[in-house]
T-cell receptor, first 114, second 113 residues
Framework: GQQLNQSPQSMFIQEGEDVSMNCTSSSIFNTWLWYKQDPGEGPVLLIALYKAGELTSNGRLTAQFGITRKDSFLNISASIPSDVGIYFC??????????????FGTGTRLTIIP | AAGVIQSPRHLIKEKRETATLKCYPIPRHDTVYWYQQGPGQDPQFLISFYEKMQSDKGSIPDRFSAQQFSDYHSELNMSSLELGDSALYFC????????????FGEGSWLTVV
């Protein structure tokens, strides 16, 4: 089945630093989505990517849909305390039933060191 | 803007009991997804519905069932609860067009004791 490898698993950075995380897959996806999740809360959509090669920004966030459609990265510039949380990539592709299915990466836990 | 509404937010049940979680998708969304997230885990897909019909099935136990109703809300029924069913259950919704995005509710936290 489809699997997403997300790295790094965790990051410890200082406020103001830039952050970069990525996802790779053995399968092709039609859409890449990046979510942020706070403890006990639902994933909140950050950025959606629909075309191979697409580069999209949302404030301090920038994400790209890889040319091969098997990878994506998310960058956060000038991190602030509210960026703390778990970031998930998610790929939307075809399931074995022929329908669209969202597969999550393993998550990147971002911690900001005082 | 209206979001995905889930209820209840928190639920405590004993082993072997039954629980029902409800999900109200974003208005005009026709697809509902259910995910289970254990502590420290990424969300795992359980089941999805499109236009009130089951569209995909993931790692949903046989003890669980779900359906989507005529008003597009969905319910996840869990029977013979086990301790391992304790998790955060998310519902998500989307509108099925090319390039759609999927929005999640805040989740229902189920604790089985």
């Amino acid at each position: 089945g489809q699997q997403l490898n997300q790295s790094p698993q965790s990051m410890f950075i200082q406020e103001g630093e830039d952050v970069s995380m990525n996802c790779t897959s053995s399968s092709i996806f039609n859409t890449w989505l990046w979510y942020k999740q706070d403890p006990g809360e639902g994933p909140v959509l950050l950025i959606a990517l629909y075309k191979a090669g697409e580069l999209t920004s949302n404030g301090r966030l920038t994400a790209q849909f890889g040319i091969t459609r098997k990878d994506s990265f998310l960058n956060i510039s000038a991190s602030i305390p509210s960026d703390v949380g778990i970031y998930f990539c998610a790929g939307l592709g075809r399931s074995n039933f022929g329908n669209e299915k969202l597969t999550f990466g393993t998550g990147t836990r971002l911690t900001i060191i005082p | 803007a209206a979001g995905v509404i889930q209820s209840p937010r928190h639920l405590i049940k004993e082993k072997r009991e039954t629980a029902t979680l409800k999900c109200y998708p974003i208005p005009r969304h026709d697809t509902v997804y259910w995910y289970q997230q254990g502590p420290g885990q990424d969300p795992q897909f359980l089941i999805s519905f499109y236009e009130k019909m089951q569209s995909d099935k993931g790692s949903i136990p046989d003890r669980f069932s779900a359906q989507q109703f005529s008003d597009y809300h969905s319910e996840l029924n869990m029977s013979s609860l086990e301790l391992g069913d304790s998790a955060l259950y998310f519902c998500a919704s989307s509108f099925r067009v090319p390039g759609n995005t999927i929005y999640f509710g805040e989740g229902s936290w189920l604790t089985v004791v």
